[in-house]
């Protein structure tokens, strides 16, 4: 599937592109007062400034007749969008674009994936041996190192959420408890008050790692069906070889 680049770079997907990062620079000031730094706001923050950055490194290299130099900001440029695709959940896409990537990249299904992305995105960056350079990619090959922390101690923690004899009656139970409303979808604040509630000793980010890791219709909330199919089926130590299966014989 080829992605046509005018939908990608549509005037909707700019604009929204563009109150993306006027939200997050008010969730930053909020950030930044309660010490509570989100790990989709920190990647979001960093591909805005990949993108900036790369953008006028890549006009430099074109004045000055560096090829080089300006096809690694373009690399930079494109793994900048990536980054905003993965944790945008705000940038409308076609569903197929996001089921291509994940079929061609699967490892940026994984939190431990998305970093290792991110942190080669940042070390490109710092080829340009600008100080601007070496402080965002700095700063994104930071964020990087953080995503694979976070998912690898977050994998522990769901191994032992599987390992639990928690069964779906109780878990349902949870679910309704942190659902006053009936709704039936809950975001990040009520999983996060799901898996206290249910024993899970998880610290901020490895929530918010889970939370991101659980296949879901919306980005920003799950329903119960959601949480308990990835609960009795996630096994992160085969996970790539069986959704390599499932994608069949085109899969490479």
Not at 102 to 128: D, E, M, N, P, Q
Not at 130 to 140: A, C, E, L, S
Not at 166 to 195: C, N
């Amino acid at each position: 599937m080829v992605v046509d680049s005018a939908t990608l770079f549509s005037t909707e997907n700019l604009e929204n592109a563009g109150d993306i990062a006027k939200m997050k620079m008010l969730e930053l000031r909020a950030s930044v007062k309660t010490g509570d730094w989100s790990l989709r706001l920190l990647a979001l923050l960093g591909g805005v400034a990949l993108i900036f950055t790369a953008v006028l490194e890549l006009v430099s290299n074109i004045l000055n007749l560096n090829v080089l130099g300006a096809l690694i900001e373009i690399y930079v440029i494109f793994l900048g969008i990536i980054v905003l695709v993965l944790e945008g959940s705000q940038i409308s896409l076609p569903p197929k674009f996001l089921h291509t990537l994940h079929k061609y990249a699967l490892f940026l299904k994984y939190i431990w994936g998305r970093g290792l992305l991110y942190f080669v995105a940042g070390s490109l960056l710092v080829t340009g041996m600008q100080w601007m350079d070496y402080i965002v990619g700095g700063f994104m090959c930071l964020v990087g190192v953080l995503y694979v922390c976070v998912g690898r101690s977050t994998t522990n923690k769901l191994k032992e959420m599987r390992q639990s004899e928690l069964s779906e009656r109780t878990l349902r139970q949870s679910f309704t408890e942190v659902d006053p409303e009936g709704t039936g979808l809950i975001g990040l604040d009520q999983f996060r008050a799901l898996t206290n509630s249910i024993g899970l000793d998880m610290n901020r980010r490895q929530s918010e790692a889970a939370f991101l890791h659980i296949e879901k219709v919306d980005n920003d909330q799950i329903t119960f069906e959601e949480l308990y199919t990835w609960f009795i089926s996630w096994d992160d130590s085969d996970a790539i070889s069986r959704a390599g299966n499932q994608m069949g014989p085109d899969f490479v």
